[in-house]
């Protein structure tokens, strides 16, 4: 019979144990909460670029000796579990800055394309655990919670200890497919293409060097690749245009992508004349203003989350009524509570 444990930390008598505990962490079903406060190392990404893979959140601390004992052995398992597949990890530091959590990870050789690293005081709290151990949440392709608990938890049967986190992944089909990558692809094109998943795109000048290294067939599949995706974006932004204010600042912000990354195509040139029209909304002006003072405060509050509740009401208060006025009131609720719950 297997046994589901957690390899849990328990205080008061300075001592640690290992013992069945209850995981708790976000609901399946439920939206996750921004990445908007993320000191990532490097590129980072959110879950709208994500959507249509598998997304595995891993929040943990750096300075918990029980946990670095087993530490190891969980993510070279969940490695293991992502390799070919298309998952990307999220390894989110709850108490080291992103080089530091990096290095920690790079001791674990918990490294790799589809592996992004950051610092977040405060994700372990959003997502709902009640503690900033080894916790992780599994957001499936639909950008919904799918699967959450201790990354501790492991099932001991005949076959010796196997990680739950990992096994969540392993046994599970359906998780999502690569939006450009295909099995028949060169190796060279997919590492080319990769950074393009987590929503990464090189510039005009880097796209041409990049194309003088490949050979002709290589070459070719990267335009058609290149160019389907942009007529699908194109084609998203100026639908979203017509819808609601969520919509529109989608619109805007594919449609500011594509102007900027891409300017010289004829996705790129259509997107600037999108972004001429949306420009005259006022009400749209107002919108990006507010997310603009949000974006502020998430980056001057560097995750700090007291500093972070405080900052965001002047979101509130100065663009009442906004939609990002609201996503302000609703972090910063977020946070007080956690913040109470300590």
């Not at 029980?66 to 190891?72: E, L, P, R, V, Y």
């Not at 392709?141 to 501790?152: C, L, Q, R, W």
């Not at 796209?207 to 389907?228: E, H, P, S, V």
């Amino acid at each position: 019979m297997q046994r589901l444990l957690i390899l849990a930390v328990t205080f008061g008598f300075g001592f640690f144990s290992v013992q069945p505990v209850h995981a708790d962490g976000p609901t399946p079903g439920s939206p996750p909460p921004t990445l908007d406060s993320v000191a990532w190392a490097g590129q980072g990404t959110n879950f709208a670029a994500l959507k249509g893979k598998t997304v595995v959140v891993l929040t943990y601390v750096t300075w918990c000796p029980k946990c670095n004992a087993w530490s190891g052995d969980a993510v070279r398992g969940l490695s293991k579990a992502i390799a070919d597949k298309p998952v990307v990890v999220l390894a989110i530091s709850t108490d080291t800055p992103p080089a530091k959590a990096v290095a920690y990870m790079e001791e674990r050789k918990f490294v790799g394309p589809n592996i992004l690293h950051g610092y977040d005081r405060s994700i372990a709290k959003r997502l709902g655990f009640s503690n900033e151990f080894f916790n992780y949440a599994i957001i499936g392709p639909d950008s919904s919670v799918i699967a959450a608990g201790n990354a501790g938890s492991y099932r001991d049967g005949d076959g010796g200890k196997s990680f739950v986190m990992a096994s969540e992944i392993a046994d599970r089909s359906d998780l999502g497919k690569f939006r450009f990558l295909t099995d028949d692809m060169s190796a060279t094109l997919k590492e080319l293409i990769f950074p393009m998943e987590l929503g990464k795109f090189p510039s005009a000048a880097d796209t041409a060097r990049l194309k003088r290294g490949l050979k002709a067939d290589d070459r070719q599949a990267f335009d058609q690749m290149i160019n389907k995706f942009l007529d699908d974006q194109l084609e998203s932004a100026t639908s979203q245009s017509e819808g609601e204010v969520p919509e529109k600042l989608a619109a805007f912000e594919t449609a500011t992508f594509l102007a900027s990354t891409f300017k010289a195509t004829d996705q790129g040139k259509k997107a600037k004349k999108l972004l001429t029209d949306l420009g005259r909304n006022k009400d749209l002006k107002n919108e990006l203003a507010a997310k603009k003072l949000y974006d502020d405060v998430l980056k001057l509050a560097g995750g700090e989350m007291s500093r972070q509740a405080t900052m965001l009401r002047t979101v509130t208060k100065k663009f009442p009524g906004t939609h990002y006025a609201a996503i302000a009131n609703d972090l910063a609720e977020d946070n007080l509570k956690a913040l109470e719950e300590k």
